[in-house]
């Protein structure tokens, strides 16, 4: 299975700051023949399931905020909230679906500083 | 809008067999893949499996010896059994609807769209 491997486990940012989660898979997920990478970004809230926020790395999910921007390529992507705001607090988990067999990441918890 | 609904027995003894439902209201299970999810605090989310729109199955090999996932287009509902179950199988668990794409003449699963409200289900003697 691929394995993948966020960093940091949990963040704390000030309202209005920038927050950057990593996302390292142990192989590329970068399909060559049609140049996609295949993974996404979720967010998951206390007591609810987690949100699709990003697919195909960098493309967000309709009725997500353009504050949130993945980037990326191969093995190491990026999830980016550019101004944090207090409803963004939240654990984020990145998924590679490059294999039949999807795995997530442990999540980077989001907190407010 | 697509809403999934899930139900299930929540406690179990080892040994036995888990058994959860999803239904799926404002689209249909035959139109799109399907996967079921669980979550623990130790190991954080798990693929188990998935059904595609014509019955196919793909199973994570960890579980697939235990494993059964089925769906019933009359009722627009799909279902997953888990045999044999220990205390390492308690976990919340989900279903969801895929956001698919294809590829090449082929379709596949890919990232999780909607997801069911989740069921925490213990097993414990």
């Known amino acids: 299975d691929i394995v993948m491997t966020q960093s940091p486990d949990s963040l704390a940012v000030s309202l209005g700051e920038r927050a950057t989660i990593n996302c390292k898979s142990s192989?590329?997920?970068?399909?060559?023949?049609?140049?996609?990478?295949?993974l996404a970004w979720y967010q998951q809230k206390p007591g609810q399931p987690p949100k699709l926020l990003i697919y195909?790395?960098?493309t967000r999910e309709s009725g997500v905020p353009d504050r949130f921007s993945g980037s990326g390529s191969g093995t190491d992507f990026t999830l980016t909230i550019s101004s944090l705001r207090a409803e963004d607090v939240a654990v984020y988990y990145c998924?590679?679906?490059?294999?039949?067999?999807?795995?997530f990441g442990q999540g980077t918890k989001l907190e407010i500083k | 809008q697509v809403q999934i609904q899930q139900w299930g027995a929540g406690l179990l003894k080892p040994s036995e067999t888990l058994s959860l439902t999803c239904a799926v209201n404002g689209g249909s299970v035959s139109g799109h893949y399907w996967s079921w999810i669980r979550q623990t605090p130790g190991k954080g989310l798990e693929w188990i499996g998935e059904i595609n729109h014509s019955g196919s199955t793909i199973y994570n090999p960890s579980l697939k010896s235990r494993l059964s996932i089925s769906s019933d287009t009359s009722k627009n509902q799909f279902s997953l059994r888990l045999s044999s179950v220990t205390a390492a199988d308690t976990a919340v668990y989900y279903c969801?609807?895929?956001?698919?794409?294809?590829?090449?003449?082929?379709?596949?699963?890919?990232?999780?769209?909607?997801w069911g409200q989740g069921t925490l289900v213990t097993v414990s003697s």
């Open positions: 195909w790395a960098f």
């Open positions: 969801a609807r895929e956001l698919g794409y294809c590829s090449g003449g082929a379709c596949y699963g890919g990232t999780f769209e909607y």
């Open positions: 998924q590679q679906y490059y294999t039949p067999v999807r795995t």
């Open positions: 192989q590329s997920i970068l399909y060559n023949s049609n140049n996609k990478n295949y």
